[in-house]
């Protein structure tokens, strides 16, 4: 297997965490971006992870993202996992920030021409992490948490809209990864995938209850980092038990 260097934005906690989990056990190069490089440091032994460097700073700084999007001087990283998300506020039914993956699909891509303008090359393949409940083309949930998503998570799934568009726009290699809701624990379930196309519509349907983030993390791992399957090329991806 070839080994990549792979940028991650929200790896500090949950499946992108899973995801990094993933990909430096598979010896990639990782560079995470972390508000709290604590949170991560407490996680590996620095001095037996060499594959990991851990950059501190926001996602929505454009100086902090560019400084984790290359390999080398003159070339960009092969793989991009963006995971972030906000912390939902229960009393209020809305995000401490409604407008994270948003803000943060913006500055990735802005940092990306920015650093292409200066010199480095490269098409790093982008995986953006977002959720079940967003499908244009029909029911993506169970008839039976439909009016969960669409009353009580409005707020987040704007932001997610927002940030899918963006990506899709972007002219940028990427897959959108749309996730049931997300519970703990690493398992051995199996994992089932729906495709669809932004413009076209669905190709395949998955429809489910849960997933948890550690699965999620390891699927985006495998399937978009270590092997990048053209099936999901520019594609969303549903991913449920
Ligand atoms: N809850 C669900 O059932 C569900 C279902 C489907 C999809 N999703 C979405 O899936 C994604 C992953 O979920 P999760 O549970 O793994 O999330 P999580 O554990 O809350 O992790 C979010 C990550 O984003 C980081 N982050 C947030 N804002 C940031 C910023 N401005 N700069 C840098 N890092 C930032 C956090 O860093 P810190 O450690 O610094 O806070 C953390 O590492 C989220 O977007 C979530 O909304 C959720």
């Excluded at 190069?29 to 990991?52: G, H, V, Y």
């Excluded at 990048?228 to 090329?233: A, D, I, N, S, V």
Aim: hydrophobic residues 40%; aromatic residues 6%.
């Amino acid at each position: 297997m070839t080994q990549k260097t792979v940028a991650f934005f929200g790896a500090s906690t949950g499946v992108g965490l899973g995801a990094l989990k993933t990909c430096l056990a598979a010896g990639h190069s990782c560079i995470a971006l972390c508000r709290n490089p604590a949170k991560l440091s407490a996680i590996f032994d620095l001095e037996k992870t060499p594959n990991l460097t851990i950059v501190q700073g926001n996602a929505h700084d454009i100086a902090a993202v560019s400084r984790c999007l290359k390999a080398s001087e003159t070339t960009l990283v092969d793989a991009i996992v963006s995971t972030i998300g906000g912390a939902f506020i229960w009393s209020k039914m809305t995000l401490d920030d409604a407008h994270v993956c948003e803000k943060g699909i913006e500055t990735l891509l802005s940092a990306l021409t920015t650093l292409r303008k200066s010199g480095v090359v490269g098409r790093p393949h982008i995986t953006a992490f977002s959720t079940t409940g967003m499908s244009r083309f029909g029911r993506d949930t169970p008839v039976a948490v439909t009016p969960f998503y669409s009353i009580v998570l409005k707020v987040p799934h704007l932001d997610k809209r927002a940030m899918e568009d963006k990506l899709a726009s972007s002219g940028e290699e990427y897959t959108v990864v749309r996730a049931s809701l997300l519970t703990d624990g690493e398992t051995e379930r199996e994992i089932r995938v729906g495709i669809e196309d932004p413009a076209k519509g669905v190709e395949t349907k998955a429809i489910g209850y849960t997933i948890s983030r550690e699965d999620a993390g390891k699927w985006v791992a495998r399937n978009l980092v270590a092997r990048r399957e053209e099936r999901f090329l520019n594609k969303t991806a549903t991913i449920t038990y």
